[in-house]
């Protein structure tokens, strides 16, 4: 009797296999990948666009749709200022030069659409790495830079002080967002305890993937 391919089940295994690299590979992958779609046509950007919406229904990751969501004002901006910043042929010929470019709008869809791509890139990377693991991998990002004077004890310290404080902050008006920043002025509390982050070590897997991931970065750019 054949057996049947569950892509449901594939997928899963896709995301379980992703979830199991290491954090600073997956803050490199997502970096490689913004640099990468900057460059992708109509045709690899409905691939991915494809791939990243299997890939979040089979993770459940709504995360990431609220973050495109909230970004939605900006995808607006952007979109209508590549349309009436961009010379071209008018969209509307009856507006004569109040008429956004035809042009301009393609080029504000396609950066909008890339954006989106980031944003539910971001979403993936968020829901695969909590706050402590993806610390740990920045952390181990910033490591080398130590060469160049950048503290990357600090850093992760501020991003993890930043990150608590946005947790437990809940929604605020524009009266309450007054008082807190009006409470900045007052002199800061001493910070108390200590912060320890986990660092893993890196497998052959990461090797690998970062390897494979380069070699296709370069075939986008070529």
Not at 28 to 45: C, D, N, S, T
Not at 186 to 191: C, L, T, V
């Amino acid at each position: 009797m054949p057996s049947t391919v569950n892509p449901w089940g594939a997928f899963h295994f896709l995301i379980v296999t992703i979830t199991q690299f290491h954090p600073a590979t997956k803050i490199l992958l997502w970096l490689g990948f913004a640099i990468a779609v900057q460059g992708l046509g109509a045709v690899p950007l409905t691939l991915l666009s494809v791939l990243l919406a299997a890939l979040l229904l089979a993770g459940h990751s709504a995360g990431a749709l609220l973050m495109v969501r909230r970004a939605r004002w900006l995808l607006l901006s952007l979109l209508l200022i590549y349309a009436f910043a961009t010379p071209g042929d008018a969209l509307f010929p009856v507006l004569g030069a109040f008429s956004p470019s035809l042009q301009g709008g393609r080029g504000g869809v396609f950066q909008a659409w890339r954006l989106i791509l980031l944003l539910l890139a971001l979403g993936l990377l968020l829901r695969s790495c909590p706050q402590n693991s993806l610390l740990s991998g920045l952390y181990i990002l910033m490591r080398p830079l130590r060469t160049v004077g950048v503290d990357a004890d600090r850093i992760a310290v501020r991003l993890w002080l930043t990150l608590q404080y946005a947790e437990q902050q809940p929604r605020r008006n524009v009266q309450g967002w007054w008082s807190e920043l009006r409470s900045t002025l007052d002199p800061a509390p001493d910070a108390a305890g200590e912060i320890t982050l986990e660092l893993p070590a890196f497998a052959w897997r990461d090797g690998f993937i970062l390897a494979l991931a380069a070699l296709l970065l370069g075939l986008a750019l070529w």
